[in-house]
């Protein structure tokens, strides 16, 4: 199985920044899709950012123009990279992973979360 290790949250203020990492380990894979969802309390989580093996990569219109994907494959992690956040930005951010394994058997795995608060 495959673990995720997510870090980069914190308190920052409107307008600040901060950049989230979630690197994976564990049996050998190969990265179809690596992805950041937002959960806010209250509402139900929603795609943030999602990049794939070759680099491509899509948006939330909310954080167009203010966040940034970007992936290592050779480390197996990904970035969100967050840049004049706002109060709306707050939130759990979790990390999710879709992988081949060795076996050729397609999963999903998510990580632990990790808060994000935004103040004004």
């Known amino acids: 199985q495959v673990q995720l290790v997510e870090s980069g949250g914190g308190l920052v203020q409107a307008g600040g920044s901060l950049r989230l990492s979630c690197s994976a380990s564990?049996?050998?894979?190969?990265?179809?899709?690596m992805a950041w969802y937002r959960q806010a309390p209250g509402k139900q989580r929603d795609l943030v950012a999602i990049?794939?093996?070759?680099?491509?990569?899509n948006y939330a219109d909310s954080v167009k123009g203010r966040f940034t994907i970007s992936r290592d494959n050779a480390k197996n992690t990904v970035y969100l990279q967050m840049n004049s956040l706002k109060p709306e930005d707050t939130g759990v951010y979790y990390c999710?992973?879709?992988?081949?394994?060795?076996?050729?058997?397609?999963?999903?795995?998510w990580g632990q979360g990790t808060q994000v608060t935004v103040s004004s």
């Open positions: 999710e992973l879709k992988y081949l394994a060795r076996s050729a058997r397609e999963y999903n795995n």
């Open positions: 564990g049996s050998t894979f190969s990265i179809i899709t």
């Open positions: 990049i794939t093996r070759g680099g491509s990569t």
